[in-house]
């Protein structure tokens, strides 16, 4: 059984730019979700999606945005990169809420220089 | 808000001796309790869960029982090895409302010499 694959595993933008992110969820998992990882700040939360719908999204500026397919497949886009944007962003995918744990992509790391 | 509060790091042991990582935890609601597994340069491993009090998560040689009255899920593993070595979160995701999220710990950095 496929894990959650994450496209392109890294990547280096310069300030300004803007990127995006690609998540493909284990077959069946319709609820993705999205995670920053930095050194200062941790794990936060970035949204949440399920049947292309967001139902839930973090603390961070409108920059960020995300989007889920009827396949499930999910895209996050961040626009006009700063430096502070330089992260691991993880995705995980879920059959449906927590009770069955979610399952995380290896990550996508982002420099932004 | 929500809150996960994890033992500070680093921790350094060696092989064969006894683990516990604490985490105790502040939520509104019911929450499931998790802890995760970060290896270097990669993603986040799911390594065991609880769903409700008195639920204890095992997997690997790790445990951790849900504990209402004191908040809290602290890891252990009777004897580690020197492949234990990662960082270790602790996370929660609270049922209530229509929130589907996980609020992390800060993570505990775990080495293990031989």
């Known amino acids: 059984k496929a894990g959650v694959t994450q496209t392109p595993r890294y990547l280096i933008k310069t300030r300004g730019q803007q990127v995006t992110l690609s998540c493909s969820p284990i077959s069946g998992h319709r609820s993705v979700s999205w995670y920053q990882q930095t050194p200062g700040q941790g794990l936060q939360f970035l949204f949440e999606?399920?049947?292309?719908?967001?139902?839930n999204k973090g603390n961070f500026p409108g920059r960020f945005s995300g989007r889920q397919f009827s396949n499930s497949r999910s895209e996050m886009n961040v626009s006009t990169l700063e430096l502070g944007d330089s992260a691991l962003y993880l995705c995980?995918?879920?059959?449906?809420?927590?009770?069955?744990?979610?399952?995380f992509g290896s990550g996508t790391r982002l420099t932004v220089v | 808000g929500d809150s996960v509060t994890q033992m500070e790091g680093p921790v350094t042991l060696s092989e064969e001796a006894f683990l516990t990582i604490n985490c105790t935890y502040t939520?509104?609601?019911?929450?499931?309790l998790f802890w995760y597994v970060q290896y270097p340069g990669e993603g986040l491993q799911l390594l065991l869960k609880?769903?409700?009090?008195?639920d204890k998560g095992s997997n690997k040689g790790f445990e951790a029982t849900y504990r209402k009255e004191t908040t809290s899920f602290h890891l252990e593993k009777g004897s580690v090895q020197v492949s234990d070595s990662a960082v270790y979160f602790c996370a929660l995701s609270d049922r209530s409302g229509s929130a589907r999220q996980l609020t992390f710990g800060s993570g505990t950095q775990l080495t293990v010499l031989p």
């Open positions: 939520a509104t609601g019911y929450p499931s």
């Open positions: 999606y399920f049947s292309e719908t967001q139902r």
């Open positions: 609880a769903t409700k009090a008195d």
């Open positions: 995980a995918s879920s059959l449906e809420g927590d009770l069955y744990g979610y399952t």
